[in-house]
C-alpha cells in the first residue's frame, strides 16, 4: 500500500506562482510514476503532468511552459511548480503515483484557486 498526502494548495492572484507537494509513505520501494490530475468545478479529472522513476516528464498542453514536475526520491516526494497561474487553473490538485503491479494510488486533494 501507498498513502499520498497532498500539500500547498491555496488562493493565488492571476500570474502569479504556487507550488503543491505530494509525499509518499508506505510502499515507496514500489512507485514508478507519481503525477498530477486536476478537477475544475463539473468538469472531469484531467492529467496534467507526470514524471518517472528517472525522470522523464510528461505535460499537458494547458500547462506545459508554465508548470514545472519534480521529484525528490529520497523524500519520497512530488513537486509540482506553478508559474504564471490562470483563472483556468483553479481545480482541486490530486497526486496519484502507480506502485507495484501498476496498482494505482490517490491523494485527497488540494485545493488552488487562481482568481483576483
Known amino acids: 500500500q501507498v498513502q499520498l498526502v497532498e500539500s500547498g494548495g491555496g488562493l493565488v492572484q492571476p500570474g502569479g506562482s504556487l507550488r503543491v507537494s505530494c509525499a509518499a509513505s508506505?510502499?515507496?520501494?514500489?512507485?514508478?510514476?507519481m503525477g498530477w490530475y486536476r478537477q475544475a468545478p463539473g468538469k472531469q479529472r484531467e492529467p496534467v503532468a507526470r514524471?518517472?522513476?528517472?525522470?522523464?516528464?510528461y505535460y499537458a498542453d494547458s500547462v506545459r511552459g508554465r508548470f514545472t514536475i519534480s521529484r525528490d526520491n529520497a523524500k519520497n516526494t512530488v513537486y509540482l511548480q506553478m508559474n504564471s497561474l490562470k483563472p483556468e487553473d483553479t481545480a482541486v490538485y490530486f497526486c496519484?503515483?502507480?506502485?507495484?503491479?501498476?496498482?494505482?494510488?490517490w491523494g485527497q486533494g488540494t485545493q488552488v484557486t487562481v482568481s483576483s
Open positions: 496519484y503515483a502507480v506502485g507495484g503491479r501498476g496498482t494505482g494510488y
Open positions: 514524471i518517472s522513476s528517472n525522470g522523464s516528464t
Open positions: 508506505g510502499s515507496v520501494f514500489s512507485i514508478g510514476v
